[in-house]
Nanobody, 126 residues
Framework: EVQLVESGGGSVQPGGSLRLSCVAS????????MSWFRQAPGKERDGVAC???????AYAESVKGRFTISKDHAKKILYLQMDSLKPAVTGMYFC????????????????????WGQGTQVTVSS
């Protein structure tokens, strides 16, 4: 079982930046897929970004060019750098993990992940 703990959320004005972190109990498996999801109040939990191997990542259309997912293998940390923030991205952000994924592009659907963190709140408001 992989344990995930998110941090780095907060309140920020539109146009600002935040960096979320997710500490994983195990990132030694190079096939492990890591991702970030967002859930706004009353809405579904939607995929924001995922990272398969070091080359292939995927992003929701709404965040392309503004968000960057990365990981530090040695520190077992997954990051989400969020720039040019907009109020529409307000929500609880969850880190998720799964094992080997057979396709090149990692999945952004929650049904493909079996390990989840508790979430960290991001609020973008003026």
């Amino acid at each position: 079982e992989v344990q995930l703990v998110e941090s780095g959320g907060g309140s920020v004005q539109p146009g600002g930046s935040l960096r979320l972190s997710c500490v994983a109990s195990d990132l030694t498996d190079n096939d492990r897929v890591m991702s970030w999801f967002r859930q706004a109040p009353g809405k579904e939990r939607d995929g924001v970004a995922c990272l398969g191997n070091e080359v292939h990542s995927a992003y929701a259309e709404s965040v392309k060019g503004r968000f960057t997912i990365s990981k530090d293998h040695a520190k077992k940390i997954l990051y989400l750098q969020m720039d040019s923030l907009k109020p529409a991205v307000t929500g609880m952000y969850f880190c998720a993990s799964r094992g080997y994924w057979p396709l090149r592009d990692c999945p952004l659907s929650r049904r493909h992940y079996n390990f989840w963190g508790q979430g960290t709140q991001v609020t973008v408001s003026s």
